[in-house]
């Protein structure tokens, strides 16, 4: 089977070294044409990545975009620039016709990104956005419980993404971005909500500091989904009190015939199950009453299996798991639950 030749456009995104050695490990189905230094480009927008210098690009080819953008032999790119970068960035090699993979989130103008979405769709272009619970077997099963409504019909969710790590630098980083820790990392969240739930029929964000940091920081951010006789609540803080950040991250879901706990919300490799306990308060199906433990072995690697479909779609092999109009909802319910958009949820056509 032929490789695809894929280069990797920028080094600043917080994920940028993972997707890096997610592509190494699968070098089964990608030959990396090379790495783009996006230090200059991106050095006025906020971010937290490293530099090209960083190991996990050793060996690698150094490329210009214009290298990458005018290589024929190129068949498609990771995007993992800084936040505010990615969707320009990716927009230059969508009117090249390049498969796209990007990192998250979108970007602050939904013209901008609905641009984009509406372009690949138009050129029937692969595009992969780097929400990354949802190869996440724990999430799936959640999905799949509420949509089969094995606990019933959902009366509350609540999601957090919190975290300790990264100290004062990425308090500043959150200041910088619109929506702070919401936009950052409540993004992932709202994608698995939009994707389970459809869209809420409004939304109510609350952004605020932690104490002693600058008003403007958005470091503690909760945002309120609602649905018809449900609500959700997505959180996020980046000084909570826990041990690693793992372990600060948490699933609640509460339904009418029982309930659904997780924490942590995921585990990368090693020898331990990821666990997920699920109440049933009347038999269903193939479960009983009462208490359930499901474990989950866990991926190997965080991105591997997002890059096995990217490269499917690429070769024609599969379709893609979600369309670009899916895209655009998640990012509405984004920016709203940032205080960007409109509160009440209005879905747009591409």
């Known amino acids: 089977m032929k490789k695809i030749?894929?280069?990797?456009?920028?080094?600043?995104?917080?994920h940028a070294p993972a997707v890096i050695n997610s592509l190494r490990l699968r070098n089964d189905l990608f030959e990396i044409a090379g790495v783009v230094d996006d230090t200059e480009l991106c050095k006025d927008s906020p971010h937290m990545g490293g530099s090209i210098q960083d190991q996990y690009y050793s060996g690698l080819p150094v490329k210009t975009m214009e290298e990458v953008l005018n290589d024929p032999t190129i068949e498609a790119v990771t995007v993992e620039t800084?936040?505010?970068?990615?969707?320009?960035?990716?927009?230059?090699?969508?009117?090249?016709?390049?498969?796209?993979?990007?990192?998250?989130?979108?970007?602050?103008?939904?013209?901008?990104?609905?641009?984009?979405?509406?372009?690949?769709k138009a050129k029937n272009l692969p595009f992969q956005i780097g929400y990354m619970f949802r190869v996440n077997p724990a999430?799936?099963?959640?999905?799949?419980?509420?949509?089969?409504?094995l606990i019933g019909d959902l009366t509350y969710m609540?999601?957090?993404?919190n975290h300790c790590y990264g100290g004062e630098p990425y308090q500043e980083y959150m200041r910088q971005l619109p929506g702070g820790i919401m936009y950052n990392l409540g993004c992932h969240l709202i994608d698995f909500t939009v994707r389970t739930l459809g869209a809420p029929k409004k939304v109510t964000p609350y952004l605020t500091s932690v104490k002693g940091?600058?008003?403007?920081?958005?470091?503690?951010?909760?945002?309120?989904?609602?649905?018809?006789?449900?609500?959700?609540n997505i959180r996020a803080c980046s000084k909570a009190p826990i041990s690693d950040y793992a372990n600060g991250r948490t699933m609640i879901i509460e339904g009418t015939n029982g309930s659904i706990f997780c924490k942590p919300l995921e585990i990368i490799g090693g020898p331990k199950e990821h666990e997920l306990e699920l109440y049933i308060h009347e038999e269903r199906g193939d479960f009983p009453a009462g208490r359930?433990?499901?474990?989950?072995?866990p991926p190997r690697d965080r991105h591997e299996k997002q890059l096995e479909e990217f490269a499917a779609?690429?070769?024609?092999?599969a379709?893609?798991?979600?369309?670009?109009?899916h895209d655009l909802l998640t990012h509405q319910v984004i920016l709203a639950a940032c205080g960007l958009g409109d509160p009440v949820i209005k879905a747009e056509s591409l």
């Open 292 to 297: 359930h433990f499901m474990r989950f072995a």
């Open 139 to 149: 999430f799936e099963f959640a999905r799949k419980t509420l949509q089969n409504k």
């Open 82 to 120: 800084a936040n505010l970068m990615l969707t320009p960035v990716a927009l230059q090699f969508m009117e090249k016709g390049i498969p796209i993979y990007m990192d998250k989130p979108g970007s602050p103008d939904l013209s901008l990104y609905k641009k984009l979405l509406a372009g690949c």
């Open 158 to 161: 609540e999601l957090d993404m």
């Open 313 to 317: 779609t690429i070769r024609g092999d």
């Open 5 to 14: 030749r894929i280069a990797q456009i920028g080094v600043t995104h917080e």
């Open 319 to 325: 379709k893609e798991t979600l369309t670009r109009e």
């Open 213 to 232: 940091d600058a008003p403007d920081t958005q470091n503690f951010c909760m945002a309120i989904l609602e649905y018809e006789n449900a609500y959700v």
